[in-house]
Structures are given as C-alpha cells and as structure tokens.
C-alpha cells in the first residue's frame, strides 16, 4: 500500500508532505518533562500524541531515532532567567538531595507512561549528562556574535539576531507587541535588550546545582538544553521537532534562534505541537483546582471523578481526539470512551472464534482499509481511523452472529489489519484480562448462582459448580459470612 504522509508543520502553518532529510531515516526529538513533581496529564497526552506518531513512522518503515530529553537542571521558578532552581527549591524544602528529587519523579514518570504502554524513546538525554556540550554551545554562539557575557552570566543577544534572522518564525508574532508584553525575566540590568535570555547563569553562592564554566561557577539556561542535545544526537538538522503547543511561543523560539546563531540553520524541518487538556470545558490547572494527576484518573479518587478508569481506556479517550484538538475531561466523555475501548476490545477477541467459511460476504473491506490509513496519512488522524474501527467491530459482530462469512485467508487479513491499527498503531492493550476486580466480579456471579441452587435444594448444580471450578484451580470455602473463593 502506498502511503504518502502528510505533516502539519507549525513552522509554515500549513499541512505539508513529509519528505526526512534522509531517505528511510526519521530523526525526532520532542521536549521531555521537567523531572521535580508528578507527571500531569497534560504531558501524558503530549507523550502519548508522540508516541502515536513514532509508532506510525515505524509502522511505515522508517528507521526512527526519537531523542526525549529529562530536564533535571535549569529549569527556574516561573520559566525565569532568575530565582530558584526547580529542583533545588524542592529539595530544600524536603531536606534532600536534588538528584533524590530527580531520581523519584524520573521513576514515576517512566511508571506512568509503561501503564499507557508508550514505547520508551531511543535515547533520553538528561541535562545534567550534557553540561559540556552546551557549554560548548553557548561558546559558538559566542564567537558568531549572537552573545555576551556579563558577570559570569551569558545572555543570547536577540536585538542583533533579529537583525539577520526571523525571530518569531514559529509563531509568527509581532516583535512590538512582544516587546511590549515580555515580563520582567530577571537579570533585567544584565541585559542588552529586553527580549535577550540567558544562556548561561552565575550561581549564587546558596545555588546548589553548579558547574565549572568559562564564565564561572553556574548553571545552564533552560532552553539551551534541547539546542545542545539534539544537535549531539540528530545532527545540525533534523527532521521532526516536538512538544505542548505551549513551548512554542518561547522555549522552542529560542531554540530555533540558538541553532541558528550557532549552526547557521533552523534545527528541525517540521514543527510539530499537541493541544492542551481541558476539564469540563476550562483549561486544566492544578491552582485553579481542577487538575488531577494520572493515579487519581486510575483509581477515581478526586472530586471531579466518578469513577476509575484503567490507563488504556484513557489513552483510548486521548486518541479519539486529535493530537492538535483540545481534549475535554468529562465524567460523561470518559464513560462514553471506555464504554467504546471495551466494545472495540470484546469484538477484538472474538476474532480467535469466528469460523472460516469458503467464501467471504463482507463488501468493502478493502476500502475501509484504505480509509483508515489514508486518515493516519493525513497529519495522523487517530479519531477517522478509530471511527472506521468501530465498522470493523460491526463486521466482527456479524461474522461471529453468522449474519457474515468470511474465508480463511481473508480473516488472516482482517486479523493483520486489527494488529496493525489497534495493537501496533494505536498501541492499545486489551488491560481486562488480568483484571483482578473483573475476576472477583464474575466469581461473586458464579457464587451467587451457586447459593441459589443451595437455597432450592439443587444440590446436583451446586455440587457440580464446586467441581468444575476445582478442575480449574478454584476453591470455595463457606463459613458464616458467605462463601470465599482462592486458588489452589
Ligand atoms: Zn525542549
């Protein structure tokens, strides 16, 4: 089949057809997160977007290195050029080492991705283990004259860069308005201009995260990071540049200028950006107090939750929406979600029990086919191809009724197709199997049906389930309260 993958790239603003810069080669790089709290859904849906993109690039054939980075460094208090260390302040407040902070959030952040099964990016750069190369950065970008260092601290010297170059090309913004609106970053009297960032910042003597420079002891700027790591593992130039549509305004323009100034080259081809996450229609924010994090998701616990619901319901919900969509947290929308993930995943495993027949009576099939891909071909619309899935569980249904018939061969395909979309693509689990609660659900059925028999003097029946669960390895005890049930 032959596929013709069309992006859409932040960069121009318009859908554009992918070609990589090398043929059969994708390099990737998305910004990972900062590492000094639990992980929010709204980053879980950024990496989950990312991890539906890297799995349809292999799907297609490419040879993909996707680079997502750890930013355990430099990332201050408000995104600012000034004031506390993210980790530092935390660890302050906790009495512990900020690799301790890093280390815990790290695990817990890897925890929540394994549980909505995102395949684990090719390298994982963290900052920390790339303090030399940006420095080393930042010293290029000096000799091309696009810094300047004042009192151990080096500053990007955007008034000059714009002079040559397109500052706000990603997001086309007007450098007045800008200007006008830019908050006090801090280091303000350092600074040549008023939208200069830092590249490198002194530490103060009560700085705990602290590095040998050039310029003194201090710390890397945040946005360096990404421009230093990518350009170590995918080169000058690259293919796909990724993140939360919120990084664009700042972080990812001051990458796109730090490349610049320093390899006299936009880093990435394609700008790609996932929308934000929004709860009962507002945006989701931990202040505003109707943010919860994703174990509170799982187990239903928090206020604004009815219920649990079991992570691959949730990335289920996540790629009903498209990647550039807000997506809206309701009770109602993840019902109807998990409703439809246990409807896909039921007609999913009947497919071992369908019967071939010598001729097939599905029509279409191979145009619904040819929809479903076509719709991952254009910028990677998930909800199209879960929408044409849900007529395949229809034709699964009906096969299984015996309404439709179906070939040998031709439900080895149907099967080949449902692994490529579903289990491949989507990366979806079928999570009831092990489903402990299910199984006590369905063991408290069998009991109950099992005591009714007891209570109507059906001792044949009563006695005949106690044996045929015991074939199995289920034992009943009863006692006073009711009937247990354990494995032997
Ligand atoms: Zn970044």
Redesign the pocket.
């Given at each position: 089949m032959e596929h013709k993958l069309i992006i859409y790239n932040t960069l121009t603003r318009k859908k554009e057809k992918f070609v990589p810069l090398h043929p059969d080669i994708v390099g990737m790089y998305v910004?990972?997160p900062t590492v000094y709290s639990d992980v929010h859904l709204g980053n879980c849906r950024t990496f989950v977007s990312f991890d539906l993109i890297f799995r349809y690039l292999l799907y297609l054939g490419y040879k993909v290195r996707y680079v997502r980075?750890i930013?355990d460094a430099g990332h201050l208090e408000g995104d600012q050029d000034e004031g506390d260390d993210k980790f530092a302040k935390k660890a302050k407040l906790l009495q512990l080492e900020p690799m301790e902070i890093v280390q815990k959030y790290t695990i817990g952040f890897h925890d929540v991705l394994r549980m909505f099964n995102t395949l684990p990016p090719s390298i994982e750069p963290t900052a920390t283990g790339h303090i030399s190369e940006q420095i080393e950065m930042v010293q290029d970008i000096i000799k091309n004259g696009f810094a300047y260092e004042v009192n151990g601290s080096v500053y990007f010297d955007v008034d000059k860069y714009i002079k040559e170059n397109n500052y706000t090309i990603l997001t086309n913004r007007n450098l007045e308005d800008m200007l006008n609106n830019t908050r006090e970053l801090g280091g303000q009297d350092e600074k040549r201009g008023r939208l200069d960032f830092a590249l490198w910042i002194k530490a103060k003597p009560e700085h705990i995260m602290r590095w040998p420079s050039p310029w003194g002891i201090g710390f890397p700027g945040w946005?360096i990071?990404?421009s230093a790591m990518s350009r170590k593992y995918l080169g000058d130039q690259f293919d796909i540049h990724g993140?939360g549509m919120d990084?664009a305004a700042t972080?990812?323009t001051n990458?796109i200028a730090q490349s610049q100034a320093c390899n006299h080259t936009t880093p990435a081809q394609y700008w790609m950006h996932t929308n934000m996450l929004t709860v009962n229609g507002a945006r989701m924010s931990k202040s505003s107090g109707n943010g919860f994090l994703p174990g509170e998701l799982f187990t239903g616990n928090h206020p604004l939750l009815e219920k649990g619901y079991s992570p691959m319901a949730v990335r289920f919900f996540m790629l009903q929406a498209h990647y550039r969509s807000t997506l809206d947290f309701s009770n109602e929308a993840l019902d109807a979600a998990d409703k439809g993930y246990k409807r896909l995943m039921t007609a999913v495993n009947l497919l071992d029990k369908i019967p071939a027949s010598k001729s097939t009576s599905i029509v279409d099939f191979n145009q619904l086919k040819l929809r479903a891909f076509a719709a991952m071909d254009d910028d990677f619309n998930s909800p199209v191809l879960i929408a044409e899935l849900f007529e395949v569980v229809r034709i699964i249904n009906s096969l299984f009724d015996g309404k439709l018939t179906i070939t040998a061969s031709d439900l080895q395909e149907l099967k080949d197709f449902i692994q490529q979309t579903v289990f491949d693509i989507l990366g979806l689990k079928d999570d009831q199997i092990n489903d402990a609660d299910n199984i006590d659900d369905l063991m408290q059925i069998i009991i109950n049906i099992r005591n009714e028999a007891k209570t109507n003097k059906d001792f044949v029946t009563s006695d005949r389930i106690r044996q045929h669960l015991s074939s199995i390895g289920i034992q009943l005890k009863d006692n006073k309260e009711g009937t247990l049930w354990n494995k032997i």
């Open positions: 910004c990972g980075n930013t946005h990071e990404c993140g990084l972080h990812h990458e």
